[in-house]
């Protein structure tokens, strides 16, 4: 059996194979980023009736959230006002998209028997994804891992820091699960190509 990750198998097909407690951790980081571009409530304009009519009335500021705002980055830095307009019309279906994808993510861990009980010692998790799928996935484990890195303050070839810290620091584990999910998403990749 191969360790966890995925490769290309017939047909076209991506195989991923997870531990269950590999499945159970995905599916947790999976639903709090959900959770994250669900739940906030955005400032909006109030609309002109043409605008509610069509639902344009989209969040105009960035999100105060760090997390927030690196998962949905303003479109226009130097200029505020085309960046709020851009966000108005945009944002909501970003926050939709984003969800979708790690709502699929977490339904293909639970078809491939991801339950509820994680049993440490039992079967891997097996998928079997059709290639238009793994492109959720992608994005999935994309935004996992910009929340990560945002909370924790992951830089740019910052490799000696994350290594000095000692083996009970709690930001030494996210560090490695951060890390073993560009794995992940790296043999994802790879499968695809």
């Known amino acids: 059996m191969m360790a ?11 195989l991923g194979v997870f531990s269950p407690l590999e499945a159970e951790l995905l599916r947790s980081l999976v639903s709090q980023v959900i959770e994250l571009v669900r739940d906030e409530s955005p400032e909006t304009r109030s ?7 069509l639902d344009f009335e989209g969040p105009i500021t960035s999100p105060d959230d760090p997390v927030l705002a690196r ?8 200029d505020a006002e085309a960046a709020g307009e851009f966000r108005r019309f ?9 969800a979708e994808h790690g709502r699929q993510v977490i339904a293909d861990l639970e078809d ?10 039992g079967e891997q998790i ?7 799928r793994s492109a959720a996935w992608l994005r999935c484990l994309t935004d996992v891992r910009l929340a990560l890195a945002t909370r924790l303050g992951v ?12 083996d009970d620091d709690p930001r030494a584990y996210l560090h490695d699960v951060y890390d073993w999910l ?6 994802l990749v790879q499968a695809i190509s």
């Open 90 to 98: 945009t944002e909501r279906g970003l926050r939709d998209q984003k």
């Open 4 to 14: 966890s990750g995925f490769l290309r198998g017939r047909r076209g097909r991506i």
């Open 47 to 53: 609309g002109d009736p043409l605008e509610s009519l």
């Open 126 to 132: 097996e998928l079997d994804l059709a290639a238009d």
């Open 112 to 121: 491939a028997g991801l339950t509820a009980e994680v049993d440490a010692e």
């Open 155 to 166: 830089e740019e070839d910052d490799d000696e820091y994350w290594d000095s810290l000692p």
């Open 71 to 78: 998962l949905l980055p303003d479109a226009y830095n130097d």
């Open 182 to 187: 560009g794995y992940v998403q790296e043999t």
